[in-house]
């Protein structure tokens, strides 16, 4: 018998095995994927941005709702810590703008292949195709009933059931359901007394309620955007922002996303105000205007339809400026500074759980010791990664939480079997 059991094989439970692993403990991974990592294949854009070299003071502002609760953890296996780390398993790293940190490789599946490795060379028995039905504790032990398919024919084997005396749940939120975050370990976490915060979408793309279609595909760069909530400016952000079918997203989109959705979810009014030209006062860019249509030897008087859309090209994507005219019919030459500035969507819905990056809410970071990431509510329990009440912003947090929260779960799994072998 194990001496650890972890649910998940996505970064948080594999780290987590890892970590018990190296403290000696014989360790057993089941993962109802024929993989581990499944996740990891698509994050970063295939590129997967494994942490952020903020230091803490920075990085912590990216940490939602709290970021007190992730100190210990982050601090026990920081985002240095993890870099080293990666580099000494064989998976050598870059940093790129915004502190982000990708594999030298740029290739998302080198993450797990190197942790999978570790995991085999530290002999933590790696359990696939093995999706755990439900957990339960008896006789000073967690048991967890699996069915196993067989990972070549994805048929439907049998029930299996393992048994342990300490487990880590780490089965990830809800986002992207079809790479194995299905939501199950809440469901764990509820037979053993937990409780959980209700979850949302983060992430995500928000929609309009005018959408104009021609607005889909553009990408812009460098634009500010600002979040309103019942008319209150929340939030202003600069960055890159990209229009799909879904809405508005992109890395400045998915920042405000969480309020916004919070907001929605309270049937609140939410607009998003978007300025094309950020690094330019409202004073500045008329003076710009100006000077632009003085080269064009253009007045109010002469500009007519051609030499305006000339101006506006200048001044915008060229991609941008049909959408830009249909969104305002009332543009003249002397609204154009103030509808550059202000662009104003007001958002009716955000983009759920089937395409959102990350599950906000889960596991309510009171129930969890925040120095060893154990249960309050039951002995030799411990949580790990998205499952938890913890979510950041794009820009490698994310995988950094699942890291640190996996790390610590696991060395606290381990000095929890020796406390228990001793007794
Ligand atoms: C498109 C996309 C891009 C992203 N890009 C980045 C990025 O570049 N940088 C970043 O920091 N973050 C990124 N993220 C977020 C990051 O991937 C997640 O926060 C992280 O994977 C969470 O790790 P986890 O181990 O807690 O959960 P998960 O990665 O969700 O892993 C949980 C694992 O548990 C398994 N499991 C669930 N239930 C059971 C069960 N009942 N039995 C057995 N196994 C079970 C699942 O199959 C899964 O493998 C991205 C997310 C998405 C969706």
């Known amino acids: 018998m194990s001496d650890v059991i972890v649910i998940g094989g996505g970064p948080a439970g594999m780290m ?7 403290k000696g403990c014989k360790v057993t991974l089941l993962e109802k994927n024929n993989i581990c990592g499944k996740k990891i294949l698509i994050t970063g854009k295939g590129r997967c941005n494994l942490t952020n070299t903020k230091s803490w003071s920075e990085f912590s502002t990216h940490i939602h709702p709290s970021a007190n609760f992730l100190k ?10 993890t870099i080293d780390y990666f580099n000494s398993i064989g998976l050598p790293t870059t940093v790129e703008q915004g502190e982000r940190v990708f594999p030298r490789s740029m290739r998302a599946a080198d993450v797990p292949a190197v942790l999978v490795e570790r995991m085999e060379k530290l002999g933590v028995e790696i359990i696939c195709s093995s999706h755990v039905l439900n957990v339960s504790y008896s006789d000073a032990l967690f048991h967890c009933l699996c069915s196993r398919s067989d990972s070549l024919r994805g048929e439907r084997m049998d029930m299996v059931k393992y048994s342990a005396p300490v487990l880590i749940i780490a089965t990830g939120g809800l986002s992207y359901p079809g790479t194995g975050s299905t939501g199950d370990g809440y469901e764990f976490a509820k037979s053993l007394d937990h409780s959980v915060t209700e979850t949302f979408p983060s992430l995500t793309a928000l929609m309009p309620r005018k959408y104009d279609t021609d607005l889909v595909g553009i990408e812009l760069k460098n634009v500010g955007l600002s979040l309103f909530i019942d008319m209150d400016l929340i939030k202003i952000e600069d960055g890159d922002l990209t229009f799909t079918s879904n809405g508005i997203e992109g890395a400045l989109g998915f920042r405000l996303s969480r309020r916004a959705v919070l907001a929605l979810m309270n049937g609140q009014r939410v607009e998003l105000v978007l300025d094309l030209k950020p690094a330019l006062s409202l004073e500045k860019l008329r003076a710009r205007i100006s000077r ?18 000339t101006l506006l090209r200048g001044l915008m994507p060229a991609a941008l400026v049909d959408p830009f005219q249909h969104h305002h019919p009332d543009l003249s030459l002397s609204n154009l500074p103030d509808k550059l500035k202000e662009w104003r969507f007001e958002i009716k819905s955000y983009t759920g759980y089937e395409r959102a990056v990350v599950t906000a809410g889960g596991i309510p970071q009171k129930e969890i010791i925040a120095k060893t990431m154990a249960s309050k509510k039951q002995p030799n329990l411990y949580f790990a990664g998205e499952i938890l009440d913890i979510d950041g912003d794009t820009g490698g947090y994310n995988l950094q939480v699942a890291f640190s ?12 079997i020796l406390k228990l072998k001793s007794l």
């Open 16 to 22: 987590a095995a890892i970590k018990a692993a190296e």
């Open 405 to 416: 929260t996996g790390a610590l779960a696991g060395q606290s799994a381990a000095q929890q």
């Open 292 to 309: 632009d249509l003085e080269r064009m030897g253009v007045t109010a008087a002469n500009v007519g339809r051609n030499r305006f859309r």
């Open 72 to 81: 210990p953890a982050f601090f026990n296996f920081s985002n240095a810590a």
